[in-house]
């Protein structure tokens, strides 16, 4: 069941939004009017550099250090938003964990293919711990691509630094590239904000002609899953992701793993970030993982 705020919004899309003829190019335009949103004047915005990797920190006046920090990863299907245009999201991360974020300026395709954006990641997240972050202090919270970059990098962390986060939120999580397995009909109907196709696509623009999408290091569902930090799946009832987050949660109990998958009734792909308009669904669903971030960090 959708509510009537998301359905209007859904309706005034236009009918090929996300659709399977957009290129990296048109991506940029289309996205471009639904990022970028101006902050609130109390939201504190600190620019640095983590191991080369530009970053930004920010804060609020409702977020405590002494609970912890995020680490965000932000989506764009790999092709784009820069630091400047996302620290929209990032406030509404601040704003409903109540700790400081800090988001990574990864690299974007096509221009740097894959592995810049994981390189990007993982370098910046030395960098972070290197100037006083605590990774087992912090949560890991991505939206669609960025929630398949958010686990891959934890992945990195356990098996190279031997440290990792409390936790990983994923929204509408974009962890395995290989769209072969999507049905034409979506998981509960067609998603209206992303298609199948458009998705295909951008993986191709990531990955390059040749690359592939089975590779944990693009699609972090297909690699080792034990010995995960508590993992949240959370995805809309039509997300074109979910089918993804399902199969990812299945492998990864099997693995030993603690994870969980929120189904957010009625919600599309990137449904959290429609919060700022108070829609239902959207608020539902940053009470989750507020709940999520709560139990992981102890606070």
């Given at each position: 069941?959708?509510?009537?705020?998301?359905?209007?919004?859904?309706?005034?899309?236009?009918?090929?939004f996300a659709g399977s003829g957009a290129d990296a190019r048109a991506t940029r335009t289309m996205m471009a009017p639904l990022h970028g949103h101006p902050l609130r004047p109390d939201t504190d915005v600190?620019?640095?550099?983590?191991?080369?990797?530009?970053?930004?920190?920010?804060?609020?006046?409702?977020?405590?250090r002494e609970r912890?920090?995020?680490?965000?990863?932000?989506?764009?299907?790999?092709?784009?938003?820069?630091?400047?245009?996302?620290?929209?999201?990032?406030?509404?991360?601040?704003t409903h964990l109540r700790i400081p974020v800090v988001t990574i300026d990864y690299r974007l395709a096509p221009e740097h293919r894959f592995p810049a954006a994981f390189?990007?990641?993982?370098?910046?997240?030395?960098?972070?711990?290197?100037?006083?972050?605590?990774?087992?202090?912090?949560?890991f919270v991505g939206d669609s691509c960025g929630g398949g970059l958010a686990l891959a990098?934890?992945?990195?962390?356990r098996d190279t630094i031997a440290a990792g986060p409390a936790g990983i939120a994923s929204l509408s999580g974009w962890v395995d590239l290989d769209t072969l397995g999507y049905g034409p009909g979506g998981p509960a109907g067609p998603d209206p904000f992303i298609s199948e196709g458009f998705l295909?696509?951008?993986?191709?623009?990531?990955?390059?002609?040749?690359?592939?999408?089975?590779?944990?290091?693009?699609?972090?569902?297909?690699?080792?899953?034990?010995?995960?930090?508590?993992?949240?799946?959370?995805?809309?009832?039509?997300?074109?992701?979910r089918l993804d987050a399902e199969r990812l949660a299945k492998a990864a109990r099997l693995a030993g793993s603690d994870v969980r998958v929120d189904i957010v009734r009625g919600g599309i792909h990137g449904v959290q970030g429609l919060v700022n308009l108070e829609v239902p669904e959207a608020m539902a669903a940053w009470t989750s993982v507020s709940g999520f971030t709560d139990a992981v960090l102890g606070a």
């Open positions: 069941m959708t509510s009537e705020l998301l359905a209007a919004i859904i309706d005034g899309m236009p009918a090929d600190r620019i640095i550099t983590a191991g080369g990797v530009r970053c930004g920190w920010l804060s609020t006046p409702w977020t405590s912890g920090a995020a680490v965000f990863f932000h989506g764009g299907a790999f092709v784009s938003c820069d630091l400047a245009a996302y620290l929209f999201y990032a406030e509404f991360v601040a390189d990007d990641c993982t370098t910046a997240l030395v960098g972070l711990i290197d100037g006083g972050l605590v990774p087992e202090r912090a949560v990098t934890a992945r990195w962390a295909r696509n951008r993986a191709r623009d990531y990955l390059g002609p040749d690359g592939d999408p089975l590779d944990p290091r693009a699609s972090p569902a297909r690699g080792d899953l034990s010995q995960l930090p508590p993992l949240l799946l959370q995805v809309g009832e039509v997300d074109v992701t």
